[in-house]
C-alpha cells in the first residue's frame, strides 16, 4: 500500500479512466468494497492493467439491478436507475492500484463472494465468458474528488473498451479525499488477499 495523507494531492498526472459500472463505482467511493471483478470489453482481446493510477469512469448503459446483490440494491438505488450515459461526465472518483489477482475457477470466485456487490451469478458469467482468459480481481485504493473534472464525452470514448484517454487538460486530483483510512484499506485489501490465499490464489 502507498500512503498518502487523509487531504493530499493523489499521485502524479493520470492521462487515462478506467471505465466501471456506476454503481461499483458507488461502493467503491463509499468504501463499502476495494475489489472489482474484470475482464476484458468486447472490443478488446483481453483485460489488462497497464496504469498505475487512473481515474474511475462511470458507465450506465449495462448495469441492472438483477445484476447486483439484492442487499445492495436499494443502498445504491441512485447510480443503477440512470441507464443513459451523461455527455458531460465529473469524474468523482480516482484509483491506485493496489494489486491483482487472475481467477480461474468458481471456488476462487466463490471465496471473494462476500468482498463485492455483482451477484454470484453474474461474476460466475463473466467467468465462463471468454473462458482461456481469467478473469482479474484488482485491488484499488479510491478516492473521491470534491471539485471533479468533467469530461466533455464523445464518440471516441464510447465502445466496449476498458480503457479511455483523458485530455491532456486533466490531471491528477489535488484535495482528494480517500474513501477509507490507511488502516481500514489495509484490513480490507489484506481480507481480499487471505481469501484467495486460502484457495491457493496468488497475486
Given amino acids: ?14 492521462e487515462h479512466a478506467l471505465k466501471e459500472w456506476a454503481v461499483t463505482i ?3 467511493a463509499a468504501g463499502d468494497q476495494v475489489l472489482i471483478v474484470r475482464k476484458g470489453g468486447i472490443g478488446e482481446r483481453r ?7 487512473f481515474y474511475l469512469f462511470p458507465t450506465h448503459a ?29 469524474l468523482a472518483a480516482y484509483a ?16 471473494i463472494d462476500h468482498l463485492h456487490i455483482l451477484a454470484p451469478s453474474y461474476a460466475e458469467e463473466r467467468l465462463r465468458w471468454r473462458r482461456k482468459h481469467p478473469l482479474w480481481a484488482a485491488v484499488l485504493r479510491v478516492w473521491t ?3 471533479p473534472p468533467v469530461l466533455e464525452v464523445t464518440p471516441e470514448h464510447g465502445g466496449c473498451v476498458s480503457w479511455v484517454e483523458l485530455p491532456a487538460s486533466i490531471g491528477a486530483p489535488r484535495d482528494a479525499v480517500p474513501a ?11 481480507d481480499v488477499e487471505a481469501a484467495l490465499t486460502a484457495v491457493g490464489v496468488a497475486g
Fill in 26 to 28: 458507488a461502493a467503491l
Fill in 47 to 53: 483485460f489488462e492493467l497497464p496504469h498505475p493510477r
Fill in 145 to 147: 474528488v470534491p471539485a
Fill in 96 to 111: 491506485e492500484l493496489h494489486g491483482a489477482h487472475p481467477i480461474a475457477d468458481p471456488e476462487a470466485l466463490a471465496a
Fill in 180 to 190: 477509507l483510512s490507511d488502516e481500514a484499506f489495509a484490513r480490507a485489501a489484506a
Fill in 1 to 14: 500500500m502507498i500512503g498518502h495523507p487523509s487531504r493530499a494531492r493523489v499521485g502524479r498526472v493520470s
Fill in 62 to 90: 449495462h448495469q441492472r439491478p438483477e445484476l447486483v446483490k439484492p442487499a445492495e440494491r436499494a443502498r445504491f438505488a441512485d447510480p443503477l436507475a440512470q441507464r443513459e450515459e451523461p455527455s458531460r461526465l465529473p
